[in-house]
């Protein structure tokens, strides 16, 4: 992998002022939310002539990543997809010619921060696997065990259905939160949802080695949709991302209120949540960042074609390919 300045060693908000600066005839920023505390959501659109607005016509798919603050694999491979579509923009390679057409044709979209507020936090001692935002649930204006709303369980879609899919307890990992929608993560997504009317989006997280797609609350019956989402993420033999096995979401654990439910129950748009690798021996941890530069390189790797698979198709979704 040919790094480029960016990658793990710079800030998001390092990398998009970077992008920005350097490709403006493609890069625009879109603030969709601010956190609780007060830190930009941003979307970065990439696509010829970007507006920071949608174009009519041209068709949106969403690259996000850390809606869980720890998975910062997730992060990576979200930010090296939008370092690759940027870097090999007008180039003359085979790489190039594909990236081009794309970018002119098609309407890339970055939020490889979902919650800024929690993946922050994740860099202050004793804080590496915090998972939810920061709302501070008992409101004694300190962040502890109790607080926090799993951004993945807030959405308006079959949001506290049951108590298997998602937690009425403030303590819990998947607390879905007081409302559905409390959040402003979750505004935040709805807000440029309405505005960009995505035909797919990648949900990345970490970490499994699974690639997810709808439904996730129920199993019993599949989805009107669940030739094209098989097409795309493959079967065991040919997975969509080499070595992630293709499974419904449901088939892991039931959720509620989660991003990929909402994005395609109630907006249509089809998505997935690929359950990156995390480290080398998974008894290690989870969600800890690889001390392999090259993993993390090969993480990425394996997700582009999939990535790519996604721009291409998302002109003639119903063509299953
Ligand atoms: O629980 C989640 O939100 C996701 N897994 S993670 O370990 N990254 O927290 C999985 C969501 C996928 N949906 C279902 N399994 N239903
Ligand atoms: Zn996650």
Redesign the pocket.
């Known amino acids: 992998y040919d790094a480029v300045p960016g990658d793990d060693k710079e800030q998001y908000t390092e990398t998009y002022d970077r992008i920005l600066a350097d490709y403006p005839e493609i890069a625009k920023k879109r603030v969709t939310g601010t956190t609780y505390g007060g830190r930009e959501i941003v979307a970065l659109q990439i696509t010829r002539g970007a507006t920071g607005a949608d174009i009519p016509g041209r068709p949106a798919v969403l690259y996000n990543a850390l809606q ?1 603050a720890r ?1 910062w694999l997730a992060g990576e491979t979200c930010r090296r997809t939008l370092n690759y579509f940027t870097k090999h923009y007008g180039k003359g390679t085979s790489a190039g010619l594909e990236v081009t057409r794309l970018v002119n044709r098609t309407e890339l979209w970055f939020v490889c921060v979902n919650n800024p507020d929690g993946y922050e936090f994740t860099f202050t001692p004793g804080n590496r696997l915090w998972r939810k935002n920061l709302r501070d649930n008992d409101g004694d204006g300190v962040i502890g065990p109790g607080d926090g709303v799993d951004p ?1 369980r807030n959405f308006a879609d079959h949001w506290g259905m049951d108590a298997e899919g998602s937690s009425a307890d403030p303590a819990s990992e ?1 607390y879905r939160g007081p409302a559905p929608a409390s959040e402003p993560e979750t505004i935040a997504m709805e807000a440029l949802f309405e505005e960009i009317h995505p035909v797919f989006q990648k949900n990345d ?2 970490a ?1 080695e699974l690639l ?1 797609y709808p439904q ?1 609350f129920q199993q019993d019956t599949p989805t009107a949709d669940h030739e094209i989402f098989t097409a795309l993420a493959g079967d065991p033999f040919k997975p969509g991302i080499p070595g992630f096995l293709p499974e419904l ?2 088939g ?4 509620n209120g ?1 991003f ?1 439910g909402w994005a395609y129950n109630s907006q249509r748009t089809l998505s997935f ?1 690929p ?1 990156g690798t995390a480290a080398e021996d998974p008894a290690v941890s989870g969600f800890e960042y690889p001390d392999s530069p090259l993993q993390v390189a090969q993480e990425f790797q394996r997700h582009l074609p999939f990535a790519l698979d996604l721009a291409h198709t998302s002109r003639h979704p119903a063509r299953p390919t």
């Open positions: 869980h998975e993945n998947t997280h970490t499994a997810l996730g979401s449901a892991l654990y039931i959720t989660d990929t949540t359950e």
